[in-house]
């Protein structure tokens, strides 16, 4: 493989459609078609599952030949030209080997992905079984169209939600890679803004767009005073298996809080909230706020002065204006009393 071959297997990679599902059709297909038939380390579905030693043997039981005669040579480039269109092929794959059930039970994800292997083998079988019955071209040819036949009966997985989340439902197959691709998000979510004043009663919410494992639990933690994703800085508050998806909190305080949702094994979300705690009702303020920024055409890139600071301002413009009404009184009343 040339040195060329990394960067574009990386494009190709990231260019394959991450959204879960069967691709058995439209442009992209044909691209891959046209790619496939001269990029290595690009893999149709029939190879994910058949060996090198698999695809020699099965033409040296079809063609009944040594691998170095052209029948058999010849046998292998038509399994190569017949199973090329697999390879925009994508199923899902949310299953891991750790999530398995003590009573055996799968869910749909290992269903689709080990269904692709068993769609596989299943034709390859049907190929052997035409021995001596068609050409072995006209039985691939068949065996192809029967994989495409299976492949469109089967669900797609669902699709990858932004902005956050370990979401292994969401996990796929790509036929083309011969790997399992995760959704390209990170763990943490964005820090929410969340006002609130000092005698209310707050519920901040964990639950997520996507559906999550089962045997998960949730851990709330806290970090008082600050805006912040460091999870050095926060303290542990409660863990519960398998309880309610929020927080309640009655006198809230200020800082960042947290929760992460876990399985057995690992965290596949964190979400935080930054609680600003206000002593007054926080949509006065804001709207107080808002009043004297269309008055005083305050910058929106600068913070506004605290409702404190603005009842001294006023005070102290109230007692100037007072002190200058009263002067002005007073020099009235001079010249107009009689000398």
């Known amino acids: ?110 269903e689709q992905h080990m269904a692709l292997q068993k769609i596989i083998m299943d034709a390859v079988d049907f190929v052997k079984k035409q021995k001596g019955k068609k050409p072995f071209r006209v039985s691939l040819k068949a065996a192809i169209k029967k994989i495409w036949v299976k492949l469109s009966k089967m669900e797609e997985a669902p699709a990858c939600i932004p902005p ?10 790509q036929c083309a890679t011969c790997h399992i691709m995760h959704c390209p998000f990170p763990l943490d979510c964005p820090v ?56 309640t909190l009655w006198g809230p305080v200020q800082g960042t809080f947290a929760c992460r949702l876990a399985d057995l094994f690992e965290p596949f979300i964190r979400k935080y909230f930054y609680l600003n705690v206000s002593g007054q009702n926080v949509e006065a303020e804001r709207g107080l706020q808002a009043r004297l920024r269309v008055v005083l055409r305050w910058p929106h890139d600068m913070a506004p002065l605290h409702p404190m600071a603005w009842l001294g301002l006023g ?8 002190v200058m009404l009263l002067g002005a009184i007073w020099q009235c009343w001079s010249f107009s009393r009689p000398r």
């Open 1 to 110: 493989m040339g040195w060329w071959c990394a960067p574009m297997m990386l494009l190709l990679v990231l260019w394959l459609p991450r959204n879960p599902g069967i691709r058995a059709g439209g442009l992209g297909l044909w691209w891959w078609v046209a790619l496939v038939s001269w990029l290595p380390g690009v893999h149709p579905c029939l190879f994910c599952f058949l060996a090198p030693t698999d695809q020699r043997q099965l033409c040296r039981y079809m063609t009944e030949t040594s691998a170095k005669e052209t029948q058999h040579q010849l046998c292998l480039e038509a399994l190569v030209e017949a199973a090329e269109p697999l390879a925009s092929v994508i199923v899902g794959a949310s299953w891991d080997p750790r999530d398995a059930q003590p009573n055996g039970d799968s869910n749909q994800g290992e």
């Open 164 to 173: 956050c989340g370990n979401q292994k439902a969401a996990r796929v197959f």
């Open 192 to 247: 929410q803004e969340v006002w609130a004043r000092a005698d209310e009663v707050v519920t901040l919410h964990c639950d997520v767009p996507f559906a999550i494992p089962p045997n998960w639990s949730i851990t709330w933690m806290f970090a008082k005073d600050m805006r912040t994703q460091d999870l050095t800085l926060f303290e542990e508050l409660q863990t519960s298996e398998e309880g309610p998806l929020s927080l």
């Open 315 to 322: 005070l102290a413009l109230g007692s100037m204006t007072l």
